[in-house]
T-cell receptor, first 111, second 112 residues
Framework: KAGVTQTPRYLIKTRGQQVTLSCSPI?????VSWYQQTPGQGLQFLFE???????NKGNFPGRFSGRQFSNSRSEMNVSTLELGDSALYLC??????????FGQGTRLTVV | GENVEQHPSTLSVQEGDSAVIKCTYS??????FPWYKQELGKRPQLIID?????GEKKDQRIAVTLNKTAKHFSLHITETQPEDSAVYFC???????????FGTGTRLAVRP
């Protein structure tokens, strides 16, 4: 069974631009969550989607948004990028009581 | 909201010794406590988890204990090996499909 797949793996963007990251969950998993990982703040929850509906949202500004499609694939978007948005963005998928499994992440660098 | 504290931030042990990492949480509604291992440049990997109706769970050399009254849980690794060297994160949530609140991580180094 294929794991969680995130694309792209690496991204370099300029301040003020926007970016879209993609996540394909494990087949059959309907819940997808996004996390931001930085050396200073650790792993922080961004949002969670289940059956195309956002169920939970973390404490991030409105520049961070996401969505989930009917095939459970999810995208997150960051608009008006700031230097502080440089981070590893991780997606995790889960199915009921099985637990959350992470993708390899997208390393975003904002210059 | 939930707050998870994790100690120590770094831990160095001799190969073959045991390692213990401790976490405390604040929200009594939390019922699910997973542990993740993250090697350098790799994804966090779920290594063991425990639910609030269980006090202890073991999987080969790793075990997790939970004290719901005191709101703390611990990861125990016995007979450590160099390949156990990584950053370990504890987390808490209301259920396994819910958002996870992570601890700040413990960098474990196992000296050969």
């Amino acid at each position: 069974k294929a794991g969680v797949t995130q694309t792209p793996r690496y991204l370099i963007k300029t301040r003020g631009q926007q970016v879209t990251l993609s996540c394909s969950p494990i087949s059959g998993h309907r819940s997808v969550s996004w996390y931001q990982q930085t050396p200073g703040q650790g792993l922080q929850f961004l949002f969670e989607y289940f059956s195309e509906t956002q169920r939970n949202k973390g404490n991030f500004p409105g520049r961070f948004s996401g969505r989930q499609f009917s095939n459970s694939r999810s995208e997150m978007n960051v608009s008006t990028l700031e230097l502080g948005d440089s981070a590893l963005y991780l997606c995790a998928s889960s199915l009921g009581a099985v637990g959350a499994f992470f993708g390899q992440g997208t390393r975003l660098t904002v210059v | 909201g939930e707050n998870v504290e994790q100690h120590p931030s770094t831990l160095s042990v001799q190969e073959g010794d045991s390692a213990v990492i401790k976490c405390t949480y604040s929200d009594s509604a939390s019922n699910y406590f997973p542990w993740y291992k993250q090697e350098l440049g790799k994804r966090p990997q779920l290594i063991i988890d425990i639910r609030s109706n269980v006090g202890e769970k073991k999987d080969q050399r790793i075990a997790v204990t939970l004290n719901k009254t005191a709101k703390h849980f611990s990861l125990h690794i016995t007979e450590t090996q160099p390949e156990d060297s990584a950053v370990y994160f504890c987390a808490a949530s209301e259920s396994s499909g819910d958002k996870l609140t992570f601890g700040t991580g413990t960098r474990l180094a196992v000296r050969p």
